[in-house]
């Protein structure tokens, strides 16, 4: 009976671990939650007590207006200045603790790809500013990429160098940027945004020091936490006017790194006006050849002529570096210009006015020309500009104030205003 029994508990026990292997593939339940795409979370009962898909669009679109009307608030919020010649220095910490799985596939898998993706949308709402990326690794801080206005450039080198050991350094990671951000003229604002895996630093002197050199420098720094706060990292951030933050997931990650596109507000005892001398160089002909300044090195066709100093640059956004005039395009300048004069927030179309027969409603967008109307040709969501009155859709209202920065409405009744002056 004895042995019986045994070969009962040890089969039971087999065939737990065989139900196990088969749901969670001999995973830890926390592992299993990231694992499935727990798809069940994503349905809700309606009125009728049937089941339906969550609209995320609309959820997603009520956030960011919620965080459109709380940027456009602030006091005094149309007479901020903000800098728009930023130089941003991304430190990554690659220490041992950055291996670490809570963030799928790893804390340094997770910040690579929204590293990259912060790359490209930092150059596309700054073109005129430069991004450089350091990394922390056993206890030493490395120079990735100089400042530069090339993503790819940056992106390459990133995805070649993911490698974690060792601890992690705060002190000879600000000291390093401080040597280079210490450099920029005084008319370029000067950032450091920290992505910080650990839960310690091993520091060689004292820390307190380097955060009141980078105070004096006029250096803001922002960190990103991926593990519990830290106090160090709260006060760098309190002393140097940055934000500190602490990612509860991954899409907490992305929103938070993305919140530091846009420029910030200028601090107010550092806002001070330059006149800045700024070239526009010629594209060179396709066949000529030249040494680029860049890499010091004969390139047949392409690049840019310096208007001062006629020296062979390869890439704008840049600094010339024979003469140091800054060299930009138009469109990058005219890119940069819709920061001062951000679009008003639109305002959403009440329930009340779409289902009232005495307002008739238009049934489209004005700026995409798609139906406005939900399922059972049911008045949707739907939002109209303050000045122009045109209503739009969530993806237009998104699409208008984060990439176009234009109105359409207003633009074409400014177009068919000035079409009349000129027929009269």
């Given at each position: ?6 070969r ?9 671990g065989?139900?196990d ?5 001999g ?5 299993r939650?990231?694992?499935d795409e727990?798809?069940?979370?994503s349905?809700?009962e ?5 089941l339906?898909s ?13 965080r459109?009307?709380a940027l ?9 200045q903000?800098?728009l010649?930023?130089y ?7 220490s ?5 799985m809570?963030?799928?596939?790893s804390?340094?898998?997770m910040?690579?790809?929204h590293?990259?993706a912060?790359?490209?949308e930092?150059?596309?709402?700054n073109?005129?500013?430069?991004v450089?990326?350091v990394?922390i ?9 100089d400042?530069?206005g090339?993503?790819e450039?940056?992106v390459?080198?990133l995805m ?5 050991s ?8 600000l ?13 370029g ?13 091993c ?5 307190m020091?380097?955060i009141?050199?980078c105070?004096?420098?006029k250096?803001?720094c922002?960190v990103i ?7 160090i ?7 140097t006017g ?8 991954e899409?907490?990650?992305?929103e938070?790194i ?13 806002a001070?006006?330059?006149l800045?001398k700024?070239g ?26 310096c208007?001062?100093c006629?020296s062979?640059v ?5 600094e010339c570096c024979?003469?140091g ?14 920061h001062?004069?951000p679009?008003?927030p ?11 027969p005495?307002?008739?409603?238009p ?6 020309q798609q ?6 040709n049911?008045p949707g969501?739907?939002?109209t500009?303050?000045?122009c009155?045109q ?7 998104i ?6 920065h234009?109105c359409?409405g207003?633009e ?12 009269e």
């Amino acid at each position: 009976m004895k042995n019986g029994n045994e070969r009962r508990l040890n089969g039971e026990a087999e065939d737990d671990g065989d139900e196990d292997d088969i749901n969670g593939g001999g995973l830890e339940a926390w592992e299993r939650a990231y694992a499935d795409e727990r798809s069940w979370e994503s349905l809700q009962e309606d009125e009728s007590g049937l089941l339906r898909s969550i609209d995320n669009k609309a959820i997603y679109h009520a956030q960011y207006r919620r965080r459109l009307r709380a940027l456009s608030s602030t006091p005094d919020a149309a007479r901020i200045q903000k800098g728009l010649i930023r130089y941003l220095y991304i430190v990554i910490d690659l220490s041992r603790a950055a291996s670490e799985m809570d963030f799928r596939p790893s804390r340094m898998g997770m910040i690579a790809k929204h590293v990259e993706a912060f790359i490209r949308e930092f150059f596309d709402q700054n073109p005129l500013s430069q991004v450089g990326l350091v990394t922390i690794k056993d206890g030493i801080s490395h120079c990735l990429t100089d400042l530069g206005g090339s993503p790819e450039s940056h992106v390459k080198a990133l995805m070649g160098k993911l490698e974690c050991s060792g601890e992690s350094s705060l002190q000879n990671a600000l000291e390093l940027v401080h040597g280079y951000l210490n450099q920029i003229p005084s008319y370029g604002h000067r950032e450091v945004l920290i992505l910080y895996s650990a839960l310690s630093t091993c520091d060689p002197g004292d820390i307190m020091e380097t955060i009141q050199k980078c105070k004096m420098s006029k250096i803001r720094c922002s960190v990103i936490g991926l593990s519990a706060e830290m106090y160090i990292c709260k006060h760098l951030c309190q002393e140097t006017g940055g934000s500190y933050s602490v990612a509860l997931d991954e899409p907490h990650f992305k929103e938070l790194i993305l919140e530091h596109a846009p420029p910030p507000p200028a601090i107010a005892e550092y806002a001070t006006a330059n006149l800045i001398k700024m070239g526009f160089p010629q594209r060179a002909a396709e066949g000529s050849i030249a040494i680029c300044s860049c890499h010091k090195e004969a390139k047949v066709g392409g690049g840019y002529t310096c208007p001062r100093c006629k020296s062979r640059v390869c890439e704008l956004p840049t600094e010339c570096c024979i003469c140091g005039l800054t060299l930009i395009s138009s469109p990058h300048l005219a890119r940069s210009y819709h920061h001062l004069f951000p679009i008003v927030p639109f305002d959403e179309v009440s329930p009340s006015l779409q289902i009232d027969p005495r307002h008739k409603l238009p049934s489209t967008c004005f700026g995409c020309q798609q139906t406005l109307l939900g399922p059972g040709n049911q008045p949707g969501l739907s939002v109209t500009c303050p000045k122009c009155k045109q209503h739009f859709c969530l993806e237009c209202d998104i699409y208008i104030h984060e990439s176009l920065h234009n109105c359409p409405g207003c633009e074409s009744f400014q177009h068919s205003k000035s079409v009349t002056i000129a027929e009269e």
